[in-house]
């Protein structure tokens, strides 16, 4: 074959391979329905739906936006997906203007449709800004369940985790029992923490409900001395056997002098717990809104 006939021959198979590769980037991305693109807002954010066409072909649908904080912004969904959660927006923007199309794998853009929402005011936060373990006293300290022998409540507070409170044994009566603890001030955000006596008897709490109280007639019933319920604990979060557990943080919208803590039943079955430590710890906490203009 002569060098003509060669060079003619690579450039007619070069022709096909360029047209061929210009004939299928060239092809457009299957464009949504516009009729089927809704939007819906949630707390700072706005999710935008639309129906996957049957035939569809694209790589991604995109969806631009612009904030003004954040300027000019972008997000994308694959092909599999019908909607697209925009987050990270305030209701305070307004109106917002998304710009929705899909896209195919060279970049080539469908037909690209305008929708506009505006989010819904973004939720505050909560910040811990400090936190002070609380000084308690012996005097402070009341139990409905004390037992007579040993484990006085005041053993609690005492620093060292060989000795222990334990409730009464020696003449048992049914759950409920309960700690209250003095904290000698008003306090609305909190946790606490206890240590569990060092043996094998699993007298642990296993069920417990957390209440406040701004006053205390020592009667041991929390409607009686307007307690509010704080927080009910299960097996799911209060452990058993030898261990040392922190509480979540409890931010309330009240404020109380007295925390009760309230115990329903023990891991050992029996109707009485003992515990080697207990702490309070007060939080301070700023509220964050997002909403408020800087």
């Known amino acids: 074959m002569t060098m003509k006939y060669i060079s003619c021959w690579l450039l007619t198979i070069a022709s096909v391979i360029f047209l061929g590769a210009c004939s299928e980037e060239s092809t457009p991305p299957t464009s949504l329905d516009e009729s089927s693109i ?170 417990m409900n957390i209440y406040g109280s701004s006053s205390f007639d020592e009667t041991y019933d929390p409607e009686a001395n307007g307690a509010t319920l704080i927080a009910e604990l299960d097996d799911s979060v209060l452990p058993s056997g030898v261990t040392s557990y922190t509480s979540d943080n409890f931010i309330t919208e009240g404020s109380y002098r007295y925390i009760w803590f309230e115990v329903t039943s023990s891991y050992s079955g029996s109707n009485w717990i003992a515990l080697a430590e207990l702490s309070i710890t007060e939080l301070e906490t700023e509220i964050y809104d997002p909403e408020a203009e800087e």
């Open 38 to 207: 809704t939007t819906q807002s949630g707390p700072g954010s706005v999710t935008i739906y639309w129906d996957i066409p049957d035939e569809a072909n694209y790589y991604y649908v995109r969806v631009n936006y612009s904030t003004p904080d954040d300027g000019d912004c972008m997000k994308a969904a694959s092909i599999y997906s019908d909607s697209l959660l925009i987050d990270n927006l305030l209701a305070r923007y307004g109106s917002i203007d998304f710009a929705v199309c899909t896209v195919s794998r060279d970049g080539t853009e469908g037909n690209t449709y305008h929708i506009s929402a505006q989010a819904d005011p973004a939720e505050s936060t909560i910040e811990i800004i400090s936190e002070t373990e609380l000084t308690l006293s012996a005097d402070g300290l009341y139990t409905d369940n004390q037992e007579s022998t040993e484990g006085p409540i005041a053993n609690l507070i005492d620093g060292d985790e060989s000795t222990y409170f334990h409730m009464n044994w020696s003449n048992p009566s049914a759950f409920p029992h309960y700690i209250v603890v003095d904290v000698q001030k008003e306090i609305s955000s909190f946790r606490f923490a206890y240590t569990t006596r060092n043996n094998s008897n699993n007298d642990n709490p296993k069920t």
